[in-house]
């Protein structure tokens, strides 16, 4: 997929190349971050891809989508084998920085799989060509055979690449409530976490819940190791009531598809949060503080407007 001998672009032709990328763009930004949880990783990809399309040989393309999709998909499988390295040294649990997804439900997909938290935490465990082979099919419906071609294997490859990816994340997912159910027990859990109610908090969460905090190693109020059980987590929630949402503003906001909320305080993004639930309560609480992993979402929210 080298380029050959391209000549510069002009003006007028950029212009009318970037209009064009534009529009495929989403589809490659959804890929990345799907593969790689960080916006701005996925952000590099997609910068890198545009950067490589300008100096390709265009004319020998038939499919510029697809051939995009193939480039951005094989450069996000090397960066996933680089970033896991570096998470084996995390200070911490590892969660995925959050993206808004207000405008776009899907984030460039046909539908919204592979993009929640609890499933890109899943994610992380495969293999990068595995992890690949569930967004392609999962989040973007691309039949066997065209993601036999994007990790260059076998269909029958490909075909069994899924199915381990999928057994993988059957085996450790629950079956959740529907989206309003997920807001309504956040919103109590927000209110009962607010007051330092202990026996509130207890009684909106599933007996194995869990709570992941990821600081990166940088915020004092960020655990570093997980908190398990209905009775620990709300203790842990509890004790740090009065100190933690004191002076805080609580917006609400869409991300990876599901209902979230930013606190912020004095205008400064201190922490986003979001849970997952089953018909017996919130089983996961995944708070992201690390300064980094806020930026993009706290700018999204402050260019709303909303609370």
Not at 140 to 160: C, H, M, Q, W
Not at 182 to 190: I, N, T, V, Y
Not at 248 to 258: L, Y
């Amino acid at each position: 997929m080298g380029s050959a001998g391209r000549e510069p672009l002009v003006r007028d032709e950029l212009a009318e190349l970037a209009d064009e990328f534009a529009l495929m763009r989403p589809r490659l930004f959804g890929i990345a971050y799907r593969m790689l949880g960080s916006v701005a990783d996925a952000e590099d990809i997609v910068q890198d891809v545009w950067v490589k399309w300008q100096a390709q040989d265009r004319a020998s393309v038939r499919d510029a989508m697809a051939f995009l999709v193939t480039m951005t998909t094989r450069l996000a499988i090397n960066a996933t084998q680089t970033a896991r390295a570096r998470r084996e040294t995390y200070a911490g649990p590892w969660l995925p920085e959050p993206v808004d997804t207000t405008a776009d439900p899907v984030l460039g997909a046909e539908r919204g799989a592979a993009l929640e938290v609890a499933v890109l935490v899943l994610l992380e465990k495969l293999t990068p060509t595995e992890r690949a082979a569930f967004v392609l099919r999962e989040a973007f419906d691309y039949p066997y055979g065209r993601i036999a071609e994007v990790l260059e294997t076998s269909e029958v490859n490909a075909r069994k690449l899924l199915s381990r990816a999928r057994q993988a994340v059957a085996a450790e997912r629950r079956t959740s409530v529907d989206v309003v159910q997920q807001r309504r027990l956040l919103s109590a859990f927000l209110s009962a976490a607010q007051a330092g109610d202990f026996d509130e908090l207890e009684s909106l969460f599933a007996a194995d819940v869990a709570s992941y905090s990821d600081g990166g190693g940088a915020v004092r109020d960020a655990s570093r190791i997980p908190v398990f059980g209905r009775t620990r987590v709300a203790k842990f929630v509890a004790s740090f009531a009065a100190r933690f949402w004191a002076d805080v503003r609580v917006d609400w906001v869409e991300a990876n598809g599901g209902p979230s909320v930013l606190v912020t305080r004095y205008g400064e993004a201190v922490a986003w949060l979001t849970a997952t639930a089953t018909a017996d309560g919130i089983d996961h609480l995944y708070w992201v503080m690390h300064p980094a992993k806020l930026a993009h979402i706290s700018a999204a929210v402050s260019a709303r407007g909303t609370g």
